[in-house]
């Protein structure tokens, strides 16, 4: 599987301090090796645009849709991001 970042993950993940940007390498890392790890709580979002959500830390999410073989990363941040997926 192939990661394709949005410019709004690109611009969420340049806001944020370096230690979360740790974090979140390591679990894209842990995304791409096993989607289903519990560390991530992949799960579905209450979405028409089939949008899923996973795990980066306790209060941190990120947004993706699969489209074939690419993954595409939508949004990175606190839990309103949700809002706005």
Known sequence: ???????????????????????VDKQLKLFLSNRRHPSLNIKKMQD??????????????????IAGEVCILRRLGTHDILRTP
């Open 48 to 65: 028409p645009r089939d949008i899923w959500e996973g795990r980066i830390t306790q209060g941190y999410r990120f947004t993706f849709q």
């Open 1 to 23: 599987m192939k990661l394709w970042f949005t410019h709004s993950f690109i611009k969420d993940y340049q806001a944020l301090p370096s230690q979360l940007q740790r974090a």
